[in-house]
C-alpha cells in the first residue's frame, strides 16, 4: 500500500497556473500506475487524469484534457498534476491515488483516500 500526500493547492484567479504534487511513500510507487481525481462542492468524485507506472499511457478527462498534464518522476516517488488555464468549473478538492494496474486508476476504482489539496479558481 501506497501512502499519498497531495500538496500545491490554493486560490488562483482565472486563466493561471498551478502545479499539484503528490509524493507516495514506499518502494511500491514507482510500479503504480496513479492518477489524479477531484471532488467539487456537491458533487461526486471524478477522474481527471492517469499516467502507466513508466508514463507510456495517459489518460485525461475531456473537461481537462489540452489544459491539464500529468507527469511522474520515480526517483522522487512524486506525481505531478500542471494545470494551464484554469477556470472556475476547475474549483475542487484533488486527490492522488493509485493502483498496481492502470486501467483501475482510469475507472477510479481506488480505495484509502487522503485529503486532498484545495484549489479554488476565482472568476
Known amino acids: 500500500q501506497v501512502q499519498l500526500a497531495e500538496s500545491g493547492g490554493r486560490l488562483v484567479q482565472t486563466g493561471e497556473s498551478l502545479r499539484l504534487s503528490c509524493v507516495g511513500s514506499g518502494s511500491t510507487f514507482g510500479s503504480y500506475a496513479m492518477g489524479w481525481f477531484r471532488q467539487a462542492p456537491g458533487k461526486e468524485r471524478e477522474f481527471v487524469a492517469a499516467?502507466?507506472?513508466?508514463?507510456?499511457?495517459?489518460r485525461y478527462a475531456d473537461s481537462v484534457n489540452g489544459r491539464f498534464t500529468i507527469s511522474r518522476d520515480n526517483t522522487k516517488n512524486t506525481l505531478y498534476l500542471q494545470m494551464n488555464n484554469l477556470k472556475p468549473e476547475d474549483t475542487a478538492i484533488y486527490y492522488c491515488?493509485?493502483?498496481?494496474?492502470?486501467?483501475?486508476?482510469?475507472?477510479?476504482?481506488?480505495?484509502?483516500w487522503g485529503q486532498g489539496t484545495q484549489v479554488t479558481v476565482s472568476s
Open positions: 491515488n493509485g493502483a498496481p494496474r492502470y486501467d483501475t486508476v482510469v475507472l477510479g476504482a481506488l480505495t484509502n
Open positions: 499516467i502507466s507506472w513508466g508514463s507510456r499511457s495517459l
